[in-house]
């Protein structure tokens, strides 16, 4: 005789469920964020040819705002994407695999360099 | 008195029920016992008709997985120490059917390792009598990680994904798959290749990072997943670079 198996409903709050599901759903929300800011820059290029037009979008009290809420949600997004690099990127030195820090460390410091550079240029 | 610790434990019993309950047992709270020696005392002294798997007792055989308060473990190596004095809430693996009590039914994990042939399958067949397929250290190091697997399944219980999608390879499957892809003396890349690459494998993966955290043996298979999803990826645009080329033959 067949059994009768018991299959229990996955529940719509499942990523209630611990501290690591709610901040995977932090994760995930914060590419909203992300996602707005990249409109935002289309926006801004969109306005490349004159500098005024430029600058008064970029500047003006609803685009400060909007950059001031999503700095923090990009910042997270970042700094949880680079921490979790080591994962997908798996190199190996001989037999030793090469420190998931380094590889984390190495994203950081490319991070810092670029953001110095561009602020160099724009500066 | 001897100390006691209360465990409430799932209880489905299909030939007298058609709903599960929870059922709770004060057994002796010894330092030095795990909550399966809680559950065969049980067995032993106070319910002969509770049912649950178990073999090794040393977290090797993969068999004792199951919710401990709410979290996928091996119970042979979840102490009671750790819990005490708060009851302790016991469970069948979640994602999975339940059969009786604490016996889930993982028949779907079984058919997805056939499905990814988590097995050595060599470039070429050789006889006997030439010797093994050597491989040196730094060749073993590349896929040893993954090859710690003892098929638990809690991963399995622990993924959102496949709870959500059940047609989902889940970790353990790729984390074979890619052990068994990444072994210098396998030559079946190409026929695990259209499982891995499917949407229902390694693209499915959300990277909750779940399937890492409940891991026993250390054996990442989130790491896996992403690799994979790495290694994908370069070969397709090898193939849609160099078409004539062979080692896109396999990118999806």
């Known amino acids: 005789m067949q059994s009768k198996e018991y299959v229990r409903p996955m529940p719509a709050t499942w990523w209630l469920h611990n501290i690591h599901l709610k901040l995977f759903m932090i994760r995930e929300l914060t590419s909203l964020f992300v996602a707005g800011y990249a409109v935002f820059l289309l926006v801004l290029i969109s306005h490349g040819d004159d500098l005024k037009t430029f600058t008064d979008t970029l500047l003006c009290p609803t685009a400060i705002i909007f950059q001031l809420i999503a700095l923090p949600f990009v910042v997270f997004h970042s700094v949880t994407w680079f921490n979790l690099t080591p994962k997908a990127i798996v190199l190996f030195r001989g037999e030793e695999r090469v420190s998931p820090r380094v590889i984390a460390g190495t994203h950081y410091f490319l991070w810092a360099v670029i953001s110095l550079l561009i602020l160099i240029v724009v500066l | 008195m001897d100390k006691t610790i209360t465990l409430e434990v799932f209880r489905y019993l299909p030939d007298q029920e058609n709903q599960p309950r929870f059922q709770s047992y004060a ?53 009671l120490k750790d819990y005490y004095p708060n009851p302790i809430r016991v469970e069948p693996l979640t994602n999975f059917p339940v059969i009786r ?138 193939s849609f670079l160099m078409p004539w080329g062979k080692r896109g033959t396999h990118a999806k």
Request: proline share 5%; net charge negative.
């Open chain 2, 27 to 79: 057994v002796p709270y010894r330092e030095d016992w795990v909550v399966l020696d809680a559950l065969n005392y049980i067995k032993d002294y106070l319910d002969g008709t509770l049912s649950f798997r178990w073999s090794c007792r040393m977290g090797v055989c993969g068999s004792c997985g199951m919710m401990v308060n709410g979290d996928p473990k091996l119970t042979c190596a979840a102490f």
């Open chain 2, 101 to 238: 009590d604490l016996v889930i039914n993982f028949d779907d994990f079984l058919h997805k390792l056939k499905e990814i042939k988590a097995w050595l399958i060599p470039k070429e067949e050789k006889p006997v009598s030439t010797g093994e397929y050597l491989q040196t250290p730094a060749q073993l190091a590349q896929y040893k990680q993954y090859s710690m697997c003892i098929n638990c399944m809690l991963c399995y219980a622990a993924c959102p994904v496949y709870g959500l999608e059940p047609k989902f390879l889940g970790p353990a499957a790729i984390a074979l798959g890619q052990r068994y892809n990444l072994d210098s003396r396998d030559g079946a890349k190409d026929q695990r290749a259209d499982f891995i690459s499917s949407s229902e494998g390694i693209w499915e993966c959300t990277f909750i990072g779940e399937c890492t955290r409940v891991c026993p043996k250390h054996v990442d298979p989130a790491g896996a997943i992403q690799q994979a999803k790495v290694i994908n990826t370069q070969e397709w645009w090898l």
